[in-house]
């Protein structure tokens, strides 16, 4: 069955009893059904029952590590998905974004010794759906080495950056960014806290400048599990009192409430560096958690959350765009979701980063009507996502450059960007782009990355004399320089071809107002470009070294 069907059930109150001994006759009935199993662990983990949902999922998986779940009429994608045992928080909830859609999930158990994955499922398209936390870093330093030289379509394909998800690695990725605040995450020892408590050390000897209020929650825990505002020393005396754990994050308090004094968190979701909103939670205590806030009781809070929704592309997410792209350039995943709000001075709070975050789209629609098209979106994206991932091994691609009529080129390697762009520019061919540039220097890597001086080689044997510049005339064909949206510090070539921007990369966050917000230079042919720089002799200044006469 899966998640999904389960977990709704619980959620909305039905009587589960059927259910339960449905399952549970099935593994009368054959001991070794792991599907049962794993259904059974699924059901004791969404009622509260960890311990008991471990155990049965432990059986599950010693009988088998793969499963099939079936959604809707199943014609859909078959999509191979790398997850790990643990409880809700451990893998992405994949269920519940593909629950509305044909997709067929060939879930596909892997662990810190799984040796090889040599038995994967005839599949279209795979997606690493093991998320961050102590418990799985072996697990996904284990997929590193296993998915290495992984050839076919895959989203998240990067467990390095899933592992540096930590909140403190999440911190130090995003101290830099100065539209946004991370509050720094210092992890610390039961001994180093006993000290600040009893007054050998000031807050600053762990978190800098940081004084008290601080939070305090034992390391490993989510959903505010342990979690608390931390004022005084006695008051840190009394948490340790009450708190065994031997390791804790330690962060500063940060005071986002609004002109009313309420606390507002967003969760937003980005695929393939596009946001997505998925839930607005408005609360009077500064721990916020959507299911606590009090959202079912308050009209109010709820009428605030449908305008947020509604008015997310035109109103949050364009205030939070600069935000937003070094959000994606820094954590540099396909998937991941954060928790976030704003505050006063205009910057975006974000709380944390995850690929685990729980995303549905199971609350009452009597209560919350406004959430179906909001979240519709988002499945939409993901599922969209996924296909187009397998469009681009197939061989009749769906983007054609408008100025040639030819396939879009898309990227085979992290470095050959500009080799995508020249080949759509030039209306060649990716193999072709390479055999030139190999032509013009012997040393060119196949796969890039392409020197600025080697493109304009491959340029003129192609019959073209580009010019780089600041200024571009949007009516012709161009390659255009940006800041990687994925990697920091780096740029990327995209391709303007008159009509539309087409990134040879994964991600989809490239449009016209990226390009005004990160766009490097430009490049066009020379004679493209000739208005312009007739202008500039008339001005008595030339960019670049080309002739406005120069033959093509």
Not at 366 to 382: C, D, E, H, V
Request: glycine share 8%.
């Amino acid at each position: 069955m899966g998640k999904a069907p389960i977990v709704r059930a619980v959620f909305e109150g039905r009587d589960i009893s059927p259910l339960w001994n449905g399952l549970f006759g099935r593994i009368s009935a054959d001991i070794t059904d792991a599907a049962a199993f794993l259904d059974v662990s699924i059901l004791l983990h969404a009622i509260g029952e960890e311990d008991k949902a471990a155990l049965s999922q432990k059986a599950a998986l010693e009988i088998s590590r793969q499963y099939r779940v079936r959604n809707g009429r199943g014609t859909g994608p078959n999509v191979l998905v790398f997850m790990t045992a643990g409880d809700f928080m451990a893998n992405t909830p994949i269920e519940f974004l593909l629950e509305n859609s044909d997709a067929n999930l060939l879930l596909y158990y892997v662990d810190a010794d799984t040796a090889d994955l040599g038995d994967v499922p005839v599949h279209d398209v795979a997606f690493v759906a093991v998320g961050e936390s102590a418990e799985n870093l072996a697990v996904l330093a284990n997929l590193d080495r296993l998915l290495r030289g992984w050839s076919g379509p895959i989203m998240n394909n990067a467990p390095r950056l899933i592992m540096a998800l930590s909140r403190d690695g999440v911190a130090e990725a995003l101290k830099d960014e100065p539209l946004i605040l991370a509050p720094a995450a210092a992890r610390a020892g039961r001994a180093v806290i006993e000290r600040l408590a009893c007054g050998e050390i000031e807050v600053e000897a762990i978190l800098g400048a940081a004084t008290f209020p601080v939070i305090v929650r034992p390391f490993g825990t989510h959903a505010g599990k342990g979690m608390e505002k931390i004022s005084t020393r006695p008051e840190l005396s009394a948490y340790l009192n009450s708190h065994d754990e031997s390791q804790f994050y330690i962060t500063p308090f940060i005071d986002y409430s609004g002109p009313d004094g309420k606390f507002r968190k967003q969760r937003v979701a980005f695929i393939n560096g596009r946001p997505y909103a998925s839930h607005l939670a408005v609360s009077e205590h500064w721990m916020v958690h959507y299911l606590n806030a009090g959202m079912t009781q308050h009209e109010d809070r709820r009428a605030e959350e449908a305008s947020w929704m509604a008015n997310f592309d035109s109103d949050f997410a364009v205030r939070h765009a600069r935000a937003f792209d070094a959000l994606h350039r820094r954590l540099g995943l396909d998937y991941f979701a954060i928790d976030c709000a704003e505050l006063a001075d205009g910057r975006l709070l974000v709380f944390e980063a995850d690929v685990a975050m729980i995303v549905h789209s199971m609350d009452l629609e009597s209560i919350f009507p406004y959430k179906k098209n909001a979240m519709r979106k988002l499945f939409a994206a993901f599922e969209g996502a996924l296909e187009r991932r397998v469009a681009r091994i197939k061989p009749t691609p769906t983007i054609v450059c408008a100025h040639t009529g030819k396939p879009a080129v898309y990227q085979r390697t992290h470095d050959d960007c500009l080799v995508c762009a020249l080949a759509m520019l030039t209306g060649r061919t990716y193999e072709e782009i390479e055999d030139i540039a190999r032509g013009c220097d012997p040393a060119y890597p196949l796969g890039g990355p392409m020197s600025h001086s080697i493109m304009r080689g491959v340029a003129n044997k192609c019959g073209f004399v580009l010019l780089s510049s600041i200024y571009m005339l949007w009516a012709k064909p161009a390659i255009i320089g940006v800041v990687s949206p994925t990697v920091p510090n780096t740029g990327h070539a995209v391709f303007w071809d008159g009509e539309k921007i087409i990134d040879p990369g994964w991600c989809e966050r490239v449009d016209r107002s990226y390009v005004d917000r990160c766009g490097l230079e430009f490049t066009q042919r020379a004679s493209d470009l000739e208005p312009l720089i007739s202008h500039d002799i008339q001005i008595s200044y030339l960019a670049g070294a080309v002739a406005a006469n120069e033959p093509l």
